[in-house]
């Protein structure tokens, strides 16, 4: 594994315990420029995690617990009238840093969620004619809680799909649940990180690696053959985009660099598919008795497609 990103994936350990592969696949989401959905049940550590992840970069991190009436403006920033130079100043939204955890994101009015979402795609935000560019590099971790619906906004398809990675963190086995146990004994695991392992600036020269990361046309067609299988598929009411399979080819650089290759391989699309693309299908009523889950049919896709020989 590439040295920088075990010195990041090592000091997230000293906050989470265990969930190496969740680590890795936010990291990886990190290095793409991509944002990221945790969706899972309270109090598995979804927070804890994306705080981790903010304070071994040292970079400037805000948090916005969205509930129904959190304003646009809140998210985006506004304009006032100051009174001493008698001209219109911006203030700043919680948008205007490089992490932004945005919690609990389907209890959001749809209002506050397209603001939101406007900001991950354009990275800037206009208001008043004014355009403000955001930091890089600009990351959204949002959060959702999938079992309980009571007061809570389902995040529409168009907007699902403009996450990069949707991850779940999942309960503990007993042996790490044992370890977490001790850790919160005396204080919030989160003090164990002292000091940053890394600045912003180390982020922006990876992503650039990422960006050289060779990808041959095998590679390219098996992540076209994948996406391929999902349209015009009876399993499935909705097919991965080209955003899908832009996204998947971006997420694969990032897999092969991670574990310090020059070229992307098939290994690295499978790693890459379930995460990038679950989250983008919808099923058709065949599809949920069959696979249950975008996941388990994803997976299936992986299965049954003929993978190229490098």
């Given at each position: 594994?590439?040295?920088?990103?075990?010195?990041?994936?090592?000091?997230?350990?000293?906050?989470?315990?265990?969930?190496?592969?969740?680590?890795?696949?936010?990291?990886?989401?990190?290095?793409?420029?991509?944002?990221?959905?945790?969706?899972?049940?309270?109090?598995?550590?979804?927070?804890?995690?994306?705080?981790?992840?903010?304070?071994?970069?040292?970079?400037?991190?805000?948090?916005?617990?969205?509930?129904?009436?959190?304003?646009?403006?809140?998210?985006?920033?506004f304009t006032m009238l100051?009174?001493?130079?008698?001209?219109?100043?911006?203030?700043?939204?919680?948008?205007?840093?490089?992490?932004?955890?945005?919690d609990e994101i389907n209890?959001?009015?749809?209002?506050?969620?397209?603001?939101?979402?406007?900001?991950?795609?354009?990275?800037?935000?206009?208001?008043?004619?004014?355009?403000?560019?955001?930091?890089?590099?600009?990351?959204?971790?949002?959060?959702?809680?999938?079992?309980?619906?009571?007061?809570?906004?389902?995040?529409?398809?168009?907007?699902?799909?403009?996450?990069?990675?949707?991850?779940?963190?999942?309960?503990?086995?007993?042996?790490?649940?044992?370890?977490?146990?001790?850790?919160?004994?005396?204080?919030?695991?989160?003090?164990?990180?002292?000091?940053?392992?890394?600045?912003?600036?180390?982020?922006?020269?990876?992503?650039?690696?990422?960006?050289?990361?060779?990808?041959?046309?095998?590679?390219?067609?098996?992540?076209?053959?994948?996406?391929?299988?999902?349209?015009?598929?009876?399993?499935?009411?909705?097919?991965?985009?080209?955003?899908?399979?832009?996204?998947?080819?971006?997420?694969?650089?990032?897999?092969?660099?991670?574990?310090?290759?020059?070229?992307?391989t098939p290994d690295d699309?499978?790693?890459?598919?379930?995460?990038?693309?679950?989250?983008?299908?919808?099923?058709?009523?065949?599809?949920?008795?069959?696979?249950?889950?975008?996941?388990?049919?994803?997976?299936?896709?992986?299965?049954?497609?003929?993978?190229?020989?490098?």
């Open positions: 594994m590439n040295s920088n990103i075990q010195k990041l994936s090592d000091s997230i350990g000293k906050v989470i315990v265990g969930k190496n592969d969740t680590v890795i696949k936010l990291i990886a989401a990190l290095l793409c420029e991509g944002h990221v959905l945790l969706e899972d049940v309270p109090g598995v550590g979804k927070t804890q995690m994306i705080t981790a992840l903010s304070r071994s970069i040292g970079g400037k991190f805000n948090r916005i617990q969205l509930t129904p009436d959190v304003m646009p403006s809140d998210i985006a920033g100051d009174s001493k130079s008698g001209e219109f100043i911006y203030r700043d939204g919680a948008v205007m840093c490089n992490f932004l955890l945005a209890r959001a009015s749809p209002k506050v969620q397209s603001a939101l979402l406007e900001a991950m795609e354009e990275r800037q935000i206009s208001i008043d004619g004014v355009t403000h560019k955001l930091p890089q590099p600009f990351l959204v971790m949002a959060t959702q809680n999938p079992v309980e619906t009571y007061g809570t906004f389902h995040l529409p398809e168009a907007q699902m799909d403009r996450f990069f990675m949707k991850l779940s963190i999942g309960y503990p086995v007993p042996e790490e649940e044992m370890k977490i146990l001790e850790r919160t004994e005396h204080q919030n695991p989160i003090q164990n990180i002292t000091e940053p392992a890394m600045h912003v600036d180390d982020i922006i020269a990876m992503q650039e690696s990422v960006r050289n990361i060779r990808v041959n046309d095998q590679v390219k067609k098996y992540i076209i053959d994948i996406v391929g299988c999902t349209r015009g598929d009876r399993n499935a009411v909705l097919g991965i985009s080209p955003r899908g399979s832009i996204a998947l080819y971006k997420a694969a650089k990032a897999f092969a660099y991670i574990y310090e290759r020059e070229y992307v699309v499978k790693a890459a598919a379930v995460p990038v693309l679950a989250h983008r299908i919808i099923l058709s009523p065949q599809g949920k008795s069959e696979f249950g889950t975008g996941e388990g049919y994803i997976t299936n896709i992986i299965r049954s497609t003929p993978v190229p020989a490098m």
